[in-house]
C-alpha cells in the first residue's frame, strides 16, 4: 500500500494525541528471556519515512532485544493478503486475517461482503496462517447504520475460527458489553485473544471466565490507566499476552512516537513491576502463554 507510512503517522497521531516527535525511539535493553509480540501491523509500519523500519529491519531490531517472533494481523483484505505472503516469508511470523469490524459494513454498504469475506475464508487455510482477527466490534467509529452488519460479519468471523481450528483475535472498543454477548451466544472457540485490552478488572474476569487470553498493549504504561492496570494485576499467569499493535500505542516514556515490536521490553518491565514478578519469569511465561495462545511453537 503505497499510502502506509502516511497513514501511519496520521493513525497514531490520533491514538496518542501527540505529533510532534514523529523519530524513532532507542533500543531499550534486551529482555532476559525471548517473548512474542502477539499483535503488530508490520504492513502499516512498513516504509522509509519518518523511521519507519521495513520488514526485515522491525524483525532484526525486535530479536536484538529478544522479542523474537511475532503475529502479523490483517485487518483487510490488502492487509490479510499482505500478512499471509509475510508469515510465508518469514519464519519469525504468523499471521492472522480478517475484515476489521470497521471495514465489514463498508463491504456490506458496497454490496461485496460476501465476496470480501469468501476470500478472507480462503487466506485463513494458507500456510502460516494461526488466528482469524482481528474480528469483533467497535461502536466508537461505526455508528448505528453499520452495527447489524459489523455484528455480522462478527459472527461469521467466529464460526470460521472454530471450523478452521483457528485462534480468534477480537478487536473490542466501546463495545464491552456487546462482545461477550456475541461470544456467549456464538460459543468461544477453543483459543481467542483480547487484543489490547481496555477493560477494568470486573470486564478482565468475565473474559477470563469465559475463556480468553487478555493482551495488553502500551497504553497500560500510560498515566491516565489506572483501570488497565488493575486488570493487568489479576489476569492469571497463564492468561496473560503482550503485544505492541505497532505503530500504534508506544508505551511510556515514548507515548506518541513511532512504535514497533522491539519496544516490547518498557511493557513487560511495568508489568513485572506491577505484578512483582521477577521479568525472566514473567518473560517465559509470556512466551509459553503467546505459542499456546495461538497453536503451538513456530
Request: charged share 15%; net charge negative; aromatic share 8%.
Given at each position: 500500500m503505497n499510502d502506509q507510512p502516511t497513514r501511519a503517522r496520521a493513525a497514531t497521531e490520533e491514538k496518542s494525541g501527540s505529533s510532534r516527535d514523529r523519530s524513532r525511539p532507542p533500543a531499550p535493553e534486551p529482555l532476559p528471556h525471548p517473548v512474542i509480540d502477539n499483535h503488530c501491523h508490520l504492513d502499516i509500519a512498513d516504509g522509509p519515512a519518518d523511521g519507519w523500519l521495513d520488514t526485515r529491519a522491525a524483525l532484526d531490531e525486535a530479536a536484538r532485544v529478544n522479542v523474537t517472533r511475532v503475529v502479523q494481523i490483517g485487518y483487510d483484505l490488502v492487509s490479510s493478503r499482505w500478512s499471509v505472503?509475510?508469515?510465508?516469508?518469514?519464519?519469525?511470523?504468523?499471521?492472522?486475517?480478517?475484515?476489521?469490524?470497521?471495514?465489514?459494513?463498508k463491504h456490506a454498504a458496497a454490496g461485496d461482503f460476501e465476496e470480501a469475506f469468501a476470500e478472507i475464508e480462503q487466506l485463513a487455510t494458507a500456510a502460516g496462517v494461526r488466528a482469524v482477527g482481528e474480528t469483533g466490534l467497535d461502536t466508537f467509529r461505526t455508528g448505528e447504520d453499520g452495527r447489524a452488519a459489523q455484528e455480522e460479519s462478527f459472527r461469521r468471523h467466529i464460526e470460521l475460527a472454530k471450523r478452521l481450528d483457528k485462534t480468534l483475535v477480537i478487536h473490542d472498543r466501546d463495545a464491552h458489553e456487546d462482545v461477550l454477548r456475541v461470544v456467549n451466544e456464538e460459543g468461544a472457540p477453543d483459543r481467542w485473544v483480547m487484543h489490547c485490552f481496555s477493560g477494568d478488572a470486573d470486564f478482565a474476569r468475565r473474559c477470563l471466565?469465559?475463556?480468553?487470553?487478555?493482551?495488553?498493549?502500551?497504553?497500560?504504561?500510560?498515566?491516565?490507566?489506572?483501570?488497565?492496570?488493575e486488570a493487568a494485576a489479576v489476569t492469571p499467569g497463564d492468561r496473560l499476552l503482550v503485544e505492541t499493535d505497532a505503530p500504534f500505542l508506544t508505551p511510556m516514556p515514548y507515548r506518541g512516537r513511532p512504535n514497533a515490536s522491539y519496544l516490547m521490553p518498557h511493557t513487560l518491565r511495568l508489568l513485572a513491576d506491577l505484578r512483582t514478578q521477577d521479568l525472566t519469569e514473567l518473560c517465559a511465561a509470556v512466551e509459553a502463554n503467546t505459542f499456546a495462545a495461538f497453536g503451538g511453537a513456530w
Open positions: 505472503t509475510a508469515a510465508q516469508a518469514h519464519p519469525e511470523i504468523v499471521a492472522g486475517v480478517a475484515l476489521h469490524p470497521n471495514e465489514a459494513p471466565d469465559a475463556g480468553a487470553y487478555l493482551s495488553f498493549a502500551g497504553t497500560v504504561t500510560f498515566k491516565n490507566a489506572p483501570d488497565l492496570r
